[in-house]
């Protein structure tokens, strides 16, 4: 059996999701080994990926550049020690194939000679089989050397293992590949995968891991100092290290809210930019040496001036780097609001204390999901679908309902991510009266909405339903959903007033 490819790797290499890999195992159109899968089974499911036809995963990329405002997603070559230990690796295997194929033309000689010499003490009959066993063996290894190896998918892996590096996380068993001069840690959260880390840069120690099996090397300076006995175990900080060959970590992931720990950072204002309306764009960044650690869908206290405080969710994915993003309604008597519309200004501090809620993508689910965000609900939402995208999520479905047309600010947010992914569906609908006050008429009004969403997609109940926004709308929407037959562990909420 030819060398097996984890499926990231066989995914980047076919230009496909995960998510379309693992469809085609379940049907059985490719046979996977322990969730590994070969170049000639990939090939014969792909018999027409060239090396250009990444379309796919050219198209995710885009989207998630766009959605990260291309803060994270950069190009760069691998560091150039890296770069020279993968080529070094790769002649390695080079060598050895050739020294294989010499051994084998040797192994044939001595096989002709040994038939000639059964030919020559054999009867006419058996010279005559062992003459058509010579034809027929002549052809069969003129024909394997021809096609050899001469595969576009066989070329591009080569090409990949330059470029990247295949990490697997134990015992977890997550895998990502590290590209550029990312380091452990980047690659990772690039990737959706919630490895543990406090500051980011070599300070805290929260992020030291052992390294199984593979090479890293160390590209970034850490103060924080690893003991003797944790370097004889080949423990290693993720955040300083990149990956020089395919690695095998063991380290901690965190597997629900309670893995997070609280914390408090001073952040600073970036920029606060207005969005619709009444709304604005509250860009904080971390210090330098720090980052809030919070799974994507979760909120934090900020509280600025005096002590002017307010929970507001995260709407920015836990990948952007130290960039935290809210977004803000400025609501009539509310100091905190009133704070940030007319006092607040860039590089001013904002303390940041949390993370806090459940409202969190359940990762392990193989259903569709749907997101609805009310007027504000859109905040969490977006975060929770910015990381369902790193985690190449099959199906997503976001409504956007808002109040008036104003509520529904950034619409080309949900129109971008729907015209670059194929899975991607959206649409918005104006309610026509304040979410945040739905009784009566108006309780009527959103459920007619509802029941036309619904009709048009019969596979929702069927689906992870994900709603946020106002109290009042929520009420209505989870009241709705469990009525046509959801359970309530399927539907998860999250109230942004
Ligand atoms: S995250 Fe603090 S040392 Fe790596």
């Given at each position: ?15 496909v ?5 693992q ?54 070559l691998?560091d ?42 054999s ?9 058509n ?23 591009k892996?080569?090409?990949?293992r330059?470029?990247t ?21 980047e ?51 993720l ?13 901690a ?42 799974l ?20 920015s ?23 940030v ?25 193989p259903r ?23 985690l ?5 479905h ?68 994900y ?22 562990t ?8």
């Amino acid at each position: 059996m030819s060398d097996l490819l984890s499926l990231t790797r066989a995914a980047r290499l076919v230009g496909v999701t995960r998510a379309a890999l693992q469809k085609k195992i379940q049907v059985g159109e490719l046979i996977s080994y322990d969730g590994m899968v070969t170049i000639e089974n990939l090939l014969s499911c792909y018999p027409d990926a060239q090396l250009e036809d990444n379309v796919e995963f050219k198209r995710i990329s885009q989207i998630k550049e766009r959605a990260f405002g291309k803060r994270v997603f950069e190009y760069v070559l691998p560091d150039a020690e890296v770069l020279a230990a993968r080529i070094a690796e790769l002649s390695k295997t080079l060598a050895n194939s050739q020294e294989q194929v010499k051994q084998f033309n040797v192994l044939l000689d001595k096989l002709w000679n040994k038939f000639s010499e059964i030919e020559s003490q054999s009867k006419s009959e058996v010279r005559t089989a062992m003459e058509n066993l010579k034809a027929w063996i002549k052809q069969e290894v003129s024909a394997t050397l021809e096609s050899g190896y001469n595969n576009s998918v066989a070329i591009k892996d080569g090409v990949l293992r330059i470029m990247t590096a295949q990490v697997t996380v134990l015992p977890s068993k997550h895998d990502f590949l590290v590209e550029g001069q990312d380091t452990l840690l980047e690659a990772a959260m690039r990737a959706g995968i919630p490895l543990n880390y406090g500051c980011s840069g070599g300070n805290c120690g929260l992020c030291k891991a052992k390294v199984v099996s593979g090479q890293v090397k160390k590209t970034r300076h850490h103060d924080f100092a690893i003991s003797e006995a944790d370097k004889n175990q080949g423990c290693i900080l993720l955040c300083s290290n990149t990956a020089v060959s395919d690695v095998v970590l063991e380290a901690a992931v965190a597997g629900g809210v309670q893995d997070i720990p609280f914390q408090q950072i001073s952040a600073k204002v970036k920029a606060i930019d207005a969005l619709a309306g009444d709304m604005v764009l509250l860009h904080l960044q971390t210090p330098r040496s720090e980052r809030l650690r919070f799974l994507a869908g979760q909120s934090v206290t900020l509280r600025v001036g005096q002590s002017f405080t307010a929970e507001l969710p995260i709407a920015s994915c836990p990948c952007d780097d130290r960039n935290l993003l809210f977004h803000l309604r400025r609501l009539p008597g509310n100091l905190f609001s009133d704070y940030v519309f007319e006092r607040l200004n860039q590089n001013d501090v904002v303390e940041v204390e949390g993370p806090q809620g459940e409202f969190i993508l359940h990762e392990k689910s193989p259903r569709p999901l749907y997101f609805f965000a009310f007027d504000g609900g859109f905040a969490p939402i977006k975060s929770v679908i910015e990381h369902a995208m790193s985690l190449e999520a099959e199906s997503i479905h976001l409504y956007r309902i808002g109040s008036s047309q104003e509520h529904i600010y950034l619409p080309n947010v949900g129109r971008a991510w729907a015209d670059a992914l194929d899975n991607f569906h959206y649409e918005q609908q104006v309610a026509g009266f304040d979410l945040r006050a739905v009784n009566g008429k108006r309780e009527e009004k959103l459920n007619e909405q509802l029941s036309s969403i619904v009709a048009s997609n019969a596979e929702i109940t069927q689906s992870d339903i994900y709603l946020a926004g106002p109290e009042s709308a929520l009420a209505v929407a989870e009241q709705f959903f469990l009525d046509i037959g959801l359970p309530k562990t399927r539907v998860f909420v999250a109230i942004v007033n």
